[in-house]
């Protein structure tokens, strides 16, 4: 078990941050915070790009607890969530039985990616509203309603803050430039069957996972009336709790088994800073905006709004 969570942990962390990364996409398009009751909604689609070195992560056996490489490596790069190695990585576990000094040894071939080919992409997408309450302060709302694919079933939800700083300053509507604040935050529920990709016999098997995540960005956009340009600098940071519930027939050796209940729980904790440029085309109550956020998992985000005020 212990050599189980410490493997889950270096498998899921890539998708972890990943999925944390992307659902901090698409917050703001623009520093200019609403007037009292403006109200925009706004569809939004965005694709995180994974790059090589994501698909795998070094993983080391611990030769104290009987684990090792077949071929007798101690540390390999094998595949995460998110991508596959070629050939399959074998690893063998030997246990001994302490009362005859006999051992056993069986093959254990390591996972790879839950699709079983390398990920490109994590796509997402929200729908989001936002309306203005105070001076120089919009409210900021997004959901993923839960849906169900394929047995897994996922939905996010978040809540936000924008403030316009330059509201306050005299004459602010002969300023070019509007700079504003976000913080934002967002929790995503997944879960699904795991019996069909876990051959082994058991009761009620699935994983499950709860991620929330927080968004702080310095944001500025130009005051133009069609065409305008924005950008933003931020810190993310986040949480991602996974786990392997139900009961599992584990084989202990010698003709033995065991019953193990919910066998794996693993925390992975993700932060950095990323960068955002895009543009926003405003028609009357319609528009469009397009941007590309620069961070550990590079991403393109699309929206459309209807606003009004």
Same mark, same amino acid.
């Given at each position: ?50 790059? $090589? ?17 077949? $071929? ?14 070629s050939p399959d990585v074998v ?5 001994? $039985? ?19 080919? $390398? ?173 590309y956020t620069f961070a550990d ?13």
């Amino acid at each position: 078990l212990e050599d189980s969570n410490r493997f889950a942990k270096g498998y899921l962390q890539p998708g972890a941050e990943a999925v944390i990364h992307s659902m901090n996409n698409g917050w703001f398009s623009s520093a200019e915070a609403k007037p009292l009751l403006g109200f925009e909604i706004s569809f939004i689609g965005n694709v995180a790009m994974v790059d $090589d070195s994501k698909r795998t992560f070094a993983f080391t056996a611990d030769g104290s607890t009987g684990l090792s490489y077949q $071929d007798g490596s101690i540390t390999k790069n094998v595949a995460s969530v998110l991508g596959t190695v070629s050939p399959d990585v074998v690893m063998e576990y030997t246990v001994t $039985d302490p009362t005859t000094g006999l051992s056993e040894t069986v093959e254990i071939i390591l996972p790879e990616s839950l699709i079983s080919k $390398d990920v490109q992409n994590i796509p997402s997408g929200f729908l989001q509203a936002s309306v203005g309450v105070l001076k120089g302060t919009e409210l900021k709302a997004r959901i993923l309603p839960q849906i169900e694919i394929n047995d897994r079933q996922f939905g996010v939800f978040g809540v936000g803050v924008q403030h316009e700083f330059t509201k306050w300053l005299p004459a602010d509507r002969l300023w070019p430039v509007a700079i504003s604040g976000l913080v934002a935050y967002s929790h995503l529920t997944a879960n699904y069957d795991a019996s069909d990709v876990i051959h082994v016999d058991g009761t009620n098997q699935r994983f499950e996972n709860k991620t929330n995540t927080m968004l702080y960005e310095a944001i500025f956009s130009t005051k133009l009336p069609v065409i305008n340009f924005y950008g933003g600098v931020g810190y993310v940071t986040g949480t991602s709790k996974s786990y392997l519930k139900g009961s599992y027939v584990v084989y202990e050796g010698f003709g033995v088994s065991a019953v193990v209940e919910d066998p794996i729980s693993v925390n992975n904790k993700v932060n950095g800073v990323r960068a955002t440029l895009g543009t926003r085309l405003k028609l009357g109550f319609f528009r469009l905006n397009a941007d590309y956020t620069f961070a550990d998992f590079n991403s393109a985000t699309v929206g459309v709004s209807f606003g009004f005020r």
